[in-house]
């Protein structure tokens, strides 16, 4: 099907009334346009349950990748973790329909090309890796996550380490390497290993740290862009138009962003 538009909306984080009030502000229509998200779907916001509902019933007008928050739900709904108060979960896991909701959610990957030219991840694009590379890498993770084991992979995601990319890294390290750049990264060292303790604008960051959009990526090509949420303190500022942050904090009380990815208009709605 051809699509009259296609839009990539940032971080929702089960804010389902900014949702519909941005849609409803870029004239959306299922049968006719494509919503892709940035991830991060649940978490924090109002209505998680019905968000997933929602962007469940639009079918195939609807795609996304997924985010920290996304994986974190698989994992508490599979009793992997504890529930958060502040994530406000409590209606999505009592939820009749939960299981086919998750099994609906671990179908999407952590990193797509929507054509070629626009690639989107939670988090953003480790520098040593091209756009190729991360679509592959991905489908490694989508792999685990959609097998009858996809618990094995819940168990083992979680942690740190390894904080450097090595193409000969393999089993847990490789999948939790993958996991971390594709859905937690924000700063990396001066040795391009992440770090994971700095969440505030660059401009208030230490001097020994570096955005990874900051670090050059010579696999990325001149009229290539990314499309990335997580990051709410960036502003969308990144100085640089390959590197498109559409995450603007509405759970906290700032904006719902949305790229037209036809026209490179942003649509933002206050919350």
């Known amino acids: 099907m051809t699509y009259r538009n296609t839009f990539v909306v940032g971080d929702i984080q089960g804010c ?28 924090r916001g109002e209505d998680s349950l019905g968000t997933l509902r929602f962007l469940k019933s639009l079918g195939s007008s609807f795609e996304t990748v997924l985010g920290n928050h996304d994986l974190h739900l698989l994992a508490v709904a599979n009793k992997i973790r504890k529930p958060k108060k502040a994530d406000n979960l409590q209606p999505l896991l009592d939820a009749p329909d ?16 929507i054509n070629a030219n626009h690639t989107i991840v939670h988090a953003g694009l480790y520098p040593h890796w091209s756009t190729d590379t991360l679509v592959s890498l991905s489908d490694e993770i989508s792999q685990q996550l959609q097998s009858k084991h996809y618990t094995d992979f819940l168990k083992n995601m979680y ?3 390894p904080l450097k990319w090595s193409d000969k890294l393999e089993g847990v390290s490789r999948t939790r390497f993958i996991v971390n ?9 001066a040795d391009t290993s992440l770090e994971f303790e700095t969440k505030t604008h660059p401009s208030q960051a230490s001097k020994s740290v570096v955005p990874w959009f900051k670090v050059d990526n010579t696999h990325l090509k001149a009229q290539e862009q990314i499309l990335f949420g997580h990051w709410a303190a960036l502003n969308s500022e990144t100085q640089d138009n390959r590197f498109v942050a559409l ?6 009380g700032q904006e719902m962003t949305m790229l037209d990815v036809n026209t490179g208009k942003l649509i933002r709605v206050h919350a």
């Open 16 to 43: 389902y009334g900014g949702l519909q009030k941005l849609l409803k502000k870029a004239n959306f229509s299922a049968d006719k346009d494509k919503l892709i998200a940035v991830g991060d779907l649940v978490a």
């Open 98 to 113: 939960l299981k086919a909701l998750l099994d609906w959610l671990r179908q999407f990957p952590l990193a797509k090309k």
């Open 159 to 161: 942690g740190n380490t």
């Open 181 to 189: 750049a594709c859905t937690r990264m924000r700063f990396l060292n």
């Open 247 to 252: 995450d603007t904090g509405y759970v906290w």
